[in-house]
């Protein structure tokens, strides 16, 4: 089964920069690969998404200054956040699913395969 490992995360002040990787065991040529958040009790929360086909998505609290890209050899998912916000706090995850050229929905169910997460705080 594909697995997905989160980096990146830390602690940044307001309008910094952050990047998070996302590095996967095989290639992600054939998959759709996300990224969500979510903050301690609350929901987790669709940030962006990236394929083949797909336009590059981001849900439109990032729009503008989140950037999601992969590597040359497509092992490899990143998330440039800039001019953070306090809001952006939040654990970051990575998610894949096989087998379609377009970003499906941001829903949980449509997500098959899914990192252990990272850990962002926005704070001065």
């Not at 089964?1 to 996302?22: A, F, I, K, N, Y």
């Not at 929901?43 to 394929?51: L, N, P």
């Amino acid at each position: 089964q594909l697995q997905l490992v989160e980096s990146g995360g830390g602690s940044v002040q307001p309008g910094g920069s952050l990047t998070l990787s996302c590095a996967a065991s095989e290639s992600l040529a054939y998959y759709a690969v996300a990224w969500f958040r979510q903050d301690p009790g609350k929901g987790r929360e669709g940030v962006s998404c990236i394929s083949t086909q797909s336009k590059d998505e981001y849900v439109d609290s990032v729009k503008g200054r989140f950037t999601i890209s992969s590597d040359n050899s497509q092992r490899t998912v990143f998330l440039q956040m800039n001019n953070l916000k306090p809001k952006a706090t939040a654990d970051y995850f990575c998610a894949a699913t096989y087998g379609t050229t377009m970003c499906p929905p941001l829903e949980l169910n449509k997500w098959d395969h899914w990192g252990q997460g990272t850990q962002v705080a926005v704070s001065s």
